[in-house]
């Protein structure tokens, strides 16, 4: 019972900081970074993995990625726009 306030205050502390996913309208936690950080954050990291990985000269591959890819893109067009 001497943890009830703080537990209440934790509950009511993560539901005020929950946003809606706009691509799939679930529930998330808000988190310290803000969505510009995130995009900055997650640009550097891929920038490191191309840098230090090289590219691929198989053209099967390469082949296969950019149509695994253009598969995605079209998928997450679609539920978009619906």
């Known amino acids: 019972m001497k943890h ?3 537990i209440l205050l934790t ?3 993560l539901f005020a900081a929950c946003t809606t996913v706009p691509l799939t309208n679930r529930r998330q936690v808000t988190g310290v970074y803000s969505s510009e950080d995130i995009i900055q954050m997650s ?3 891929y920038k490191q993995v191309m840098d230090s990985v090289p590219l ?6 390469v082949a296969q990625i950019k149509r695994v890819g253009t598969k995605i ?3 997450v067009e679609q539920y978009l726009n619906n």
């Open 56 to 61: 691929s000269s198989n053209e099967a591959e």
């Open 73 to 75: 893109k079209a998928a």
């Open 11 to 13: 509950f009511i502390f």
């Open 43 to 45: 640009s550097a990291a």
């Open 4 to 6: 009830q306030p703080l």
